[in-house]
């Protein structure tokens, strides 16, 4: 197949199919009709000599062939996308950009809500795909696939092979039941052993209280891990279990007489909440005006 003969609009029309894999979401993601949708469908079905989704019980699912394509093919939009955005202006109040940002349960709900709040009146048609910190997060931002990564410096490797920024600091505290009748005015060493313990992470992204507690030798009566931190403090009521959890999320629960919030015994060490962007992004204003608004939205944070 010769790329002049190729209608290029329809790998725009692949990748969402490929994405959603259902032909009305499809469209509604590119804001077209959906028998319009249903007829690129067609079209490419033709062109490329494979269904691309086929009907599995009630939904549609990806071919061998088309599940081949995806990263490929999002790779190609990506760097079409850059071309065209390099060196260009960016206006929020009328793009229909999207970004991709990886980042926590916890980062999502303090920094990328606000920020979604204030798009409705900023950049209405700019939209945000919020996905979980994984194994392969780095690859992917190296790859374009993810615009921003938020992730703790503490967690990198070093001489990372790309741009990042400090973005905030956080500390964190122990949470219990306010009705715990194993814990007073304030939790012990000891206690930190011996309680059960409600350990919270995020798939790969593990508690770094975690690790600040292993690094001090205090072992712990594990009765649960949650993978969620802002779901974590809410499992604990009912029961015995404490919980460390961010400084920032937990008084979020300060006015819910459920909980207890208390200082740690020990020293826990913070963290520190990075940027992380392909170098490949310099000239993009765009990629520019959303870590400003991510900048503005962590200066806020108290």
Request: net charge negative; charged share 20%; hydrophobic share 50%.
């Amino acid at each position: 197949m010769k790329l002049a003969s190729f209608d290029l609009n329809l790998l725009v029309a692949l990748d969402a199919l490929l994405a959603e894999e259902s032909v009305s979401r499809a469209a509604e993601r590119l804001r077209i009709g959906q028998p319009a949708m249903s007829a690129t469908l067609t079209r490419l079905r033709s062109v490329l000599g494979d269904p691309v989704l086929v009907r599995v019980g009630r939904a549609m699912e990806r071919t061998v062939f088309a599940e081949s394509l995806r990263e490929p093919l999002a790779e190609i939009l990506h760097d079409v996308e850059l071309l065209l955005n390099s060196g260009t202006a960016f206006d929020p109040a009328t793009s229909r950009r999207s970004f991709t940002i990886a980042a926590s349960d916890y980062v999502t709900l303090m920094l990328l809500r606000p920020l979604i709040e204030r798009l409705s009146t900023i950049a209405p048609e700019v939209s945000l795909r919020v996905i979980p910190g994984d194994a392969g997060m780095l690859e992917n931002v190296r790859r374009g696939l993810i615009d921003l990564a938020i992730y703790p410096a503490e967690l990198l490797p070093m001489n990372l092979p790309f741009r990042t920024e400090k973005l905030f600091t956080e500390d964190f505290v122990c949470v219990t039941a306010a009705a715990n009748p194993d814990v007073g005015e304030e939790l012990t060493v000891e206690q930190l052993s011996t309680l059960p313990y409600l350990a919270a992470a995020q798939g790969a992204l593990a508690s770094l209280a975690d690790q600040r507690l292993d690094e001090a030798q205090i072992p712990r009566n594990t009765t649960m891990t949650a993978q969620s931190f802002v779901l974590a403090p809410f499992l604990l009521p009912g029961t015995r279990m404490y919980t460390i959890i961010q400084r920032r999320l937990a008084a979020l629960l300060m006015d819910d007489a459920r909980f207890r919030t208390l200082q740690p015994p020990i020293p826990i060490a913070a963290v520190h909440e990075l940027l992380i962007w392909s170098p490949r992004r310099t000239a993009d204003a765009g990629h520019d005006w959303l870590r400003a608004q991510l900048h503005n939205n962590a200066e806020l944070l108290t």
